[in-house]
């Protein structure tokens, strides 16, 4: 991780920045939802920084990654996640959402991990992926992971978290009418929807990722931003991740989606693309601009005010 010295100079390019930013946002009515910026891409910046990294980007909060090669270890999570926020949220940052790989409410770590990030005051978190297999038999796959679902709302319940089904393009639940019908029995209260038009829109770029916005509006916990496009190469069409505003995503169109629905939950940003950087300081700074160019166009089109 970065050393003192080398962060501050990392915040310190980056404060004059944002600092007009910050004026204006603190003219504006305060309202959610609230801007996370996703722990993965500042792999380098430990706990006690995070807040600042976060904050001098814009950003109100961090995505926490606790997960393997996160910023919390799975299995640590009941001693290292209270650790890890108490440093974020006594530094002025907010933790609103952590991102897991839980699959199973019958893993080990899923109970202790969960009560952890509830009594530390997270109140979403994002469960795992579960994997096509090599059977045909898709349907029996797809009601397999419905049950997960289930088991894993119920432990939310249990543990006063709400979970939050995010689509992910090559996964079970890419095309969400998949698993809608396991949701739809679920308690809305602690099971709903982590959104990503950019997955959405690979699975369904015509119609049917429209469609899926619409269908996960009413129960619609966290939002993911990231955005790609089409390339053709010589093995063929490939996905190419970009920055917001650059590939396919049709921002205006889903940001009034998002003001229609009254969303107040958590967006969570992710960058995805190349940013660049030989050093643990340099890919740092180079993260940090990236996700201050992304949040400046994320506000600007989507027009959803300010925490």
Not at 23 to 48: E, I, M, N, Q, Y
Not at 86 to 91: D, G, K
Not at 281 to 297: H, I, M, N, S, V
């Amino acid at each position: 991780m970065l050393s003192r010295r080398e962060w501050m100079s990392v915040v310190g390019q980056a404060a004059v920045v944002t600092a007009i930013g910050r004026r204006a946002a603190a003219s504006a009515p305060s309202a959610a939802p609230t801007f996370c910026l996703f722990s993965k891409h500042v792999p380098d910046v430990g706990w006690d920084d995070l807040a600042a990294a976060v904050r001098e980007a814009g950003y109100d909060g961090v995505d926490l990654t606790v997960r393997r090669n996160g910023h919390v270890a799975p299995e640590r999570a009941s001693e290292d996640l209270p650790r890890a926020i108490e440093a974020i949220t006594s530094r002025g940052g907010k933790v609103p959402m952590i991102t897991t790989e839980l699959t199973s409410a019958s893993a080990p770590m899923a109970r202790p991990l969960l009560q952890a990030a509830a009594r530390s005051g997270v109140k979403f978190f994002k469960p795992g992926y579960w994997l096509y297999s090599s059977s045909p038999d898709v349907r029996s796959q797809v009601a397999a992971t419905g049950d997960a679902l289930v088991g894993l709302a119920a432990l939310a319940r249990e543990c006063g978290i709400e979970m939050g089904f995010h689509n992910h393009a090559g996964y079970i639940g890419a095309a969400l009418w998949e698993v809608a019908p396991a949701m739809d029995r679920l308690d809305p209260r602690w099971a709903g929807y982590y959104f990503d038009p950019r997955h959405a829109v690979a699975e369904g770029g015509g119609g049917a990722w429209k469609a899926a916005t619409h269908l996960v509006a009413p129960r619609l916990k966290m939002v993911a931003l990231k955005d790609f496009f089409w390339r053709k190469t010589e093995k063929g069409w490939v996905i190419e991740d970009c920055p917001l505003g650059e590939g396919q995503v049709d921002w205006t169109w889903f940001g009034s989606v998002l003001r229609d629905a009254h969303f107040a939950g958590p967006i969570s940003m992710h960058l995805e693309y190349e940013t660049g950087g030989s050093t643990p300081q340099e890919r740092t700074r180079r993260a940090l601009d990236a996700a201050r160019r992304d949040l400046a166009f994320a506000r600007k089109v989507l027009a959803l005010p300010p925490a």
